[in-house]
């Protein structure tokens, strides 16, 4: 898509459509995959322009039942950029300054949060205190303190709060939870899950403590925690943790490299789990019954999910995870649906209260009970 | 081959051989394979007469260099029926009273002790206390003091001990350990190991805490703990463990059913493992290093090993490993060979300091640092 732009820039757009369009016109046109809706609209405001918000601006543009109509960023230029891709209208742009004034702006539903982790609480409460619903990329927060505050915040003012679970919506897994439900995998007694990648830049947001609230486990180590809870469907009664750390400058005081966690659930069934900044290959889940299993890999990846289970290779549809997620979206947001796996704040901040305790059982070296 | 043997059996030999041939002549026929030997040959003597002991014995008519020349056991019908199936002449027969008088046979080299594991410290002092090699099953024994007693009671002897780690001469896990010693997995950095069945019988006496010495983790989870160490390449520095029980009456006090286990490397490399006696379909290999990866799945079982690595699919030969095991110790223990990886009882003593550590580790709930 970037070589097709760059190519319409370079050789037709200058000479043929500029004169006749605004910016934020011509760009929308060779971009956008819009469908015809099929119920009413969410219209969305991104907030933070970097790759991850970039990604789902992209991946909206085929959605059915969102719109992406505004942005709120710090940077002129990004938002100069996004009107031209996107074709955003004026009115719909904001900074951090002013974006409070969305509260004026009727064409705005929502704002998703897409801004670094330790900023996500502020930004989440400003856009609850400006009337509109929230949808905040994971983790939610940085600690259960600030998650709980935020639930808090949008109960008050009324608003949704949903998180940004993308895998809630993938079909393969989907069809994974589906046959745990329905006892095709009998009782469930092992979840794995391996998440991790090499970490690139170290002058990367994601290495700030400030800014990350942590290390691995707040980026990617979560989807395996996440993982775990929707795969053995059940809330885990305990964690241990425990920590590994190969390169203390890269992975600063705070900043965690690698970890492994497991999770004991009420049934008896336990989680295996690592959580890594360090490593390449990681991308696996592996669920356990007594009647059947099912194996995933890559199972949070951007896609395509691939994976089986004892009755066979999963061949759901393979689906542009944001896209699916933004149309499910509108319908839990615009109509009240409910989806097979939460995502709401809840859901968020049960995945924080967990997380606190990982990083509490790393530290003491104890097992840690929860009541998630 | 049962059934061959039934077929004989039945319509061929009480007709035409019986008369002719002594009881251990005919049975001995139709079941050997015994090849051509390839230098001296080790002549054994079973001691312990159960499904493994069978197991070994079956294999090892197929062996080049080892040869099953005798039987210990305190079950006179079995060592008729052995006597029987595989040509063991009376005078290589012994029971447990009187087995001390194998010092006097100068056509046994070497008892393989496969009793259950509290028994194995005694039976093999006793056997080598009568100038015979020993090979012991795993687990070695049931804690590291009685492990360390037979290496010391051994080098008085001035007797070899090896232990029964029969995966050590296994041609796709060798292959595996020799990609990693060329490099070929770049810095490894991670091993997981998932090793566990479902008990059946609770009357067997692996789930007897006096002869087991444990659960899951004496007999199936030391599969998992041993290829941490021969996948990885290192010894473990650090371990934690954590105990999951689901059903106390079938596993008492003392033998465990699931144990989670991490161990931590002097490189940074770790490993997650799960030791089981309550799920399925759960015999699972993952070596990951900075340049590729192994995956084998069953990993440990009787065969055959299936498994790849980044490179491609294993190849190496399908063996009967304890055919192999067999005629790899005859070598070790008349030719003073060396195997790629360690077969002798610090080998074993090893594997029984990190299993103590284990169990201290589900206890206190702490990291338990390792020197081994």
């Not at 929230?134 to 915040?153: F, H, L, R, S, W």
């Not at 439900?181 to 979840?191: D, L, M, S, T």
């Not at 499910?328 to 809840?346: F, H, R, S, T, Y």
Request: glycine fraction near 10%; aromatic fraction near 8%; charge should be positive.
């Amino acid at each position: 898509m970037d070589s097709r732009r760059g190519f319409l820039q370079k050789f037709i757009l200058p000479a043929i459509t500029l004169p006749f369009l605004p910016v934020s016109g011509w760009a929308k046109a060779p971009f956008s995959t819009q469908q015809t809706p099929q119920g009413p609209v969410l219209r969305v405001a991104i907030m933070g322009l970097g790759g991850y918000g970039t990604r789902v601006a992209d991946a909206m543009q085929a959605c059915k039942n969102a719109k992406l109509v505004g942005v709120i960023s710090g940077t002129p230029s990004k938002i100069k950029a996004w009107q031209a891709k996107y074709g955003i209208p004026e009115k719909n742009c904001y900074n951090y300054e002013n974006y409070h004034q969305i509260k004026n702006n009727p064409d705005i539903d929502v704002v998703y949060v897409i801004t670094p982790n330790a900023l996500h609480r502020d930004h989440v409460i400003g856009a609850a205190k400006a009337g509109k619903h929230v949808i905040c990329e994971k983790p939610m927060a940085i600690n259960a303190k600030q998650g709980q505050e935020m639930v808090d915040a949008c109960k008050q003012a009324k608003v949704k709060l949903l998180v940004g679970y993308r895998m809630h919506f993938e079909p393969r897994t989907l069809e994974v939870i589906k046959m745990r439900n329905n006892g095709e995998f009998g009782k469930i007694r092992f979840f794995q899950g391996l998440c991790g990648f090499k970490a690139g830049d170290p002058n990367q947001w994601r290495l700030n403590k400030e800014l990350a609230g942590g290390g691995a486990l707040m980026d990617i180590g979560i989807y395996a925690l996440n993982g775990a809870r929707y795969m053995v469907g059940e809330e885990p009664v305990w964690v241990t943790a425990q920590e590994t750390k190969t390169d203390p400058v890269k992975f600063k005081e705070g900043v965690d490299e690698t970890i492994q966690f497991q999770l004991g659930f009420p049934s008896g069934a336990v989680a295996s789990c690592l959580s890594t900044y360090s490593m390449n290959n990681l991308d696996r889940f592996f669920l356990n019954g007594d009647k059947g299993f099912a194996e995933m890999q890559p199972s949070t990846g951007y896609g395509p999910i691939e994976g089986r289970t004892h009755k066979g290779p999963l061949t759901q549809p393979v689906v542009t995870h944001q896209t699916v997620q933004m149309d499910e979206m509108a319908g839990i947001i615009l109509e009240g649906k409910q989806p097979l796996v939460p995502v709401d704040g809840e859901e968020g901040l049960r995945d924080l209260k967990i997380i606190d305790a990982i990083y509490q059982s790393v530290k003491s070296g104890q097992k840690i009970k929860l009541q998630v």
